[in-house]
């Protein structure tokens, strides 16, 4: 495990032994934030199929977490920054961004999809919006939140 950053408050962790994470607690962190609900052993498993992982402790429990989905030099997707909603705002989305988007540096195509409402943070970190992606939605929520109205 390699020990990114630790201060008096939060330690931050990239790429993790994966089966020392509380599962129970990021789902936890899912629901808080109310995404579609997940499975732990599924959860697990994805983020070990994951190119790299960053989760963010205090005292010992799991605040904050994303990953990197991508082929290894090409391209990539930030996939499930989630941030606690009781830790927002102390610049941990910031970091996870940040940190998790420098290992890409030399990718050809990085994206990520917005949580709705999310915009702005993205946009004051530099994050362009796409006019060429498009969604399969799986189900009337996704479609609502993360689609044009059709006319």
Known sequence: MEIVKVNTT???YLNPDLS?????????LFQKINWKYRIADELK????????T?????????IAFGRIVGDGRYY???????????????GLGKYLITTLN????????VNLTAAPGADNFYKKMGWKKQTTSF????????????CEKEE
């Open 54 to 62: 960053l989760f963010i402790y205090n005292q010992g429990d799991i």
């Open 135 to 146: 969604i399969w939605p799986q189900g009337p929520k996704q479609l609502r939140q993360h």
């Open 20 to 28: 020392q994470i509380d599962w129970d607690n990021v789902l936890l």
């Open 102 to 109: 420098g290992i890409l540096e030399n990718y050809h195509f």
């Open 10 to 12: 939060y330690q931050y």
């Open 76 to 90: 990539a997707m930030l996939a499930d920054i989630v941030v606690d909603p009781d830790y927002q705002g102390k």
């Open 45 to 52: 498993a994805a983020f070990k199929m994951s190119t790299s």
